[in-house]
């Protein structure tokens, strides 16, 4: 969430900023707003003053023997002077609320500006060595490859509950799960990730505190009769294990990373690529998110983000690197790499990751600060958080990239430990 402070001190930044992002400009209305609210507080301070002046001469009074019930009288005017303001308060500051809880992060200053993905940048690409775009025999793609190996069963998948619900079957089930261990084994002895294993279900102050509810609730399912989400990402539980804390500066940078699975019902996605893992409803994810100090996070982006690449490096994928434009950022993030692994048989790159810096955009929401150790005061912290990676189209480049002309699968070195066998076919 964005600071008022902030607002009224950079009112044409913040103008700028929201441009960018093809956001509606809320500057004016939430400094008339704040002006409002100013007022009303030092109204009501200057009425509880009287009256704190006023009751400390009714004792006096009484003991002279004056008559004290016109003072009564004043003073429950005042009172009531004093309730009606705390209410026109109490509106203002829900109405300045629930404006900013709708308004998104605006983009840090190296993000370059654009409407749409289309004017992403691309900062790198990686490819294996011997590497070819083009295969000198004909690429089933993973849905193919999936049936013909029994990998994969999409059809079961919908009828057990419906399309967008992927079933892993057989070595297919085993390939996904030693390819979850790897990257939380390699997230934690390489790259220093404390693993957690978060709640799947999590409360509605859990979904607002990383800014997925108001602006992102119609994309959620909802179980209403527990009031519980289940989560489209480990972002969000992960996030709020801090919530409504104050962490100690000699702890930061925190770095968790955890694995669960994630549900999307990608509501308004109707016509984009559906087959197959392109679009589902239920995917696996192995998380990283980290609590950092202001002056360090971008830092930590560039970290995250290599720490993801080193999973896809070691993985033998080809991948890129996409810096996000301003109007393609999602509606928490300051910057947000993408990182896009590529599919043979679909001919282009699919998004595997995304690693993001929301500055202090979430720790508003979500009340996550440290106390800074010169000046002994709570500050918010910066938080950060990246797939590492998420598995479903992971698993699409995996699959499609390592078959071989007799449509057989060659298994990656690094995970024939995790699965027990080197190759499928």
């Known amino acids: 969430m964005l600071d008022v402070k902030f607002i009224r001190e950079n009112r044409e930044i913040v103008k700028q900023g929201l441009l960018n992002k093809n956001a509606k400009d809320i500057v004016d209305e939430i400094i008339q707003l704040d002006e409002e609210r100013r007022t009303f507080i030092s109204q009501t301070e200057e009425l509880k003053a009287k009256k704190n002046q006023v009751s400390a001469q009714i004792p006096k009074m009484k003991k002279a023997g004056e008559d004290t019930t016109a003072v009564f009288t004043e003073m429950k005017q005042v009172g009531d002077e004093i309730t009606i303001l705390d209410g026109k ?17 605006i983009a840090h200053s190296s993000v370059p ?12 690409r990686w490819l294996p060595e011997g590497f070819k775009f083009e ?20 059809e079961r998948g919908t009828k057990i509950s ?55 609730e119609e994309d959620m399912y909802f179980i209403e009769k527990d009031g519980l989400y289940p989560i489209p990402t480990a972002e969000v539980p992960i996030t709020n294990i801090h919530r409504d804390e104050i962490l100690a500066e000699k702890d930061l940078t925190i770095k968790y990373v955890g694995y669960s699975p994630c549900f999307r019902r990608e509501a308004g996605s109707y016509g984009k690529d559906s087959k197959g893992f392109l ?19 971008y830092k930590e982006l560039e970290d995250m983000t290599n720490d993801a690449e080193n999973i896809l490096k070691a993985l033998n994928v080809p991948y890129r690197i996409l810096m996000l434009c301003s109007g393609d950022l ?11 692994t590529w599919s043979p048989a679909e001919n282009k790159w699919l998004e595997a990751s995304s690693c993001s810096n929301f500055e202090t955009f979430q720790a508003r929401r979500a009340n996550i600060r440290f106390r800074n150790e010169e000046t002994k005061k709570p500050e918010f912290v910066h938080t950060l958080n990246g797939s590492g990676l998420a598995t479903s189209r992971l698993m699409v480049s995996i699959l499609e990239n390592n078959q071989t002309p007799e449509g057989k699968i060659i298994i990656p070195k690094v995970l024939q430990k995790y699965t027990g066998f080197e190759l499928i076919g």
């Open 89 to 105: 308060l109490k509106e203002i500051e829900e109405r300045i609320d629930s404006i900013l809880r709708l308004t998104p992060n």
């Open 113 to 124: 500006v654009g409407k749409s993905a289309e004017e992403n940048v691309e900062v790198r």
């Open 135 to 154: 295969n000198d025999f004909k690429v089933l793609d993973h849905v193919e490859l999936g049936k013909k190996l029994n990998l994969l069963d999409f």
């Open 162 to 216: 419906g399309s967008g619900f992927p079933l892993y079957t057989a070595k297919g089930a085993t390939l996904e799960r030693a390819l979850i261990n790897f990257m939380l084994d390699t997230h934690i002895n390489n790259h220093g990730y404390a693993e957690v294993l978060p709640p799947v279900l999590v409360n509605r102050d859990s979904m607002r505190g990383t800014g997925q509810i108001p602006k992102m």
């Open 279 to 297: 679009r589902v409803h239920q995917f696996n994810k192995v998380e990283m998110v980290k609590f950092s100090k202001p002056d360090n996070s």
């Open 330 to 340: 999602s509606f928490s993030a300051a910057k947000c790499y993408d990182i896009e």
